[in-house]
């Protein structure tokens, strides 16, 4: 089944906390700009994603990634990461009550779009997410098609979503596994090739995936 995703965003200048000092200050928020610019290039080049939703805390800082082929709402308030997610679930569903929905992190900038299309395939419309690669934090989740999503995401996540009965997928895809939220994960995103928004703005030694 095609999957339509839910991609939040903080304000960049806010946003990743725990990657200052990655670069110069004045440079922080072009470096968060460019994990999610890569992220969302990779995603809506994957087979099986049908529509892909930005809500952002600041849409009119992010507005230059529509021409990825997104859409942007804005964050209702300041509820916080899984009250965004539940935002734009109502948004989606408006239009398609059975829709399959997922919700996916901005901070991928090694994506493969066949990573995220063999995590789908496994999904097989099932209630389900991928862990980060140290198996703690999530990076996708998704629904079963008409289902809620029910985000837990924060410290934990993942043992969160298991817990709460969402199914733990396999497939290595070790892409879709590399969220950055150190300098250490940044280094990791790096050695995978990145895509290139995040390699021009790093320059050498970080590798391109084009």
Do not use: W, Y
Not at 95 to 110: H, K
């Amino acid at each position: 089944m095609d999957v339509d995703l839910i991609v939040p965003m903080k304000r960049p200048r806010l946003g990743k906390s725990r990657l200052r000092g990655a670069l110069a200050a004045e440079r922080h928020a072009d470096l968060v700009l460019a994990l999610a610019a890569d992220t969302l290039a990779a995603v809506t080049s994957a087979a099986r994603v049908r529509r892909v939703l930005l809500v952002a805390a600041e849409p009119a800082t992010v507005a230059a990634l529509a021409e990825l082929g997104v859409e942007i709402v804005a964050e209702p308030g300041d509820g916080g990461l899984n009250a965004a997610l539940r935002h734009g679930e109502s948004v989606l569903r408006a239009d398609d009550p059975a829709a399959v929905i997922g919700a996916m992190q901005a901070d991928l900038p090694a994506l493969r779009a066949e990573d995220l299309t063999a995590a789908l395939t496994e999904a097989a419309g099932r209630r389900a997410f991928v862990a980060d690669r140290q198996g703690t934090g999530t990076t996708l989740l998704l629904s079963a098609p008409g289902g809620a999503l029910g985000p837990r995401f924060g410290t934990g996540s993942a043992r969160a979503h298991e817990r709460s009965g969402a199914i733990p997928l396999t497939t290595p895809a070790p892409s879709l596994r590399s969220d950055v939220d150190t300098p250490g994960d940044l280094d990791h995103a790096c050695a995978l090739g990145v895509g290139k928004h995040t390699a021009a703005l790093l320059g050498e030694p970080c590798v391109s995936l084009g």
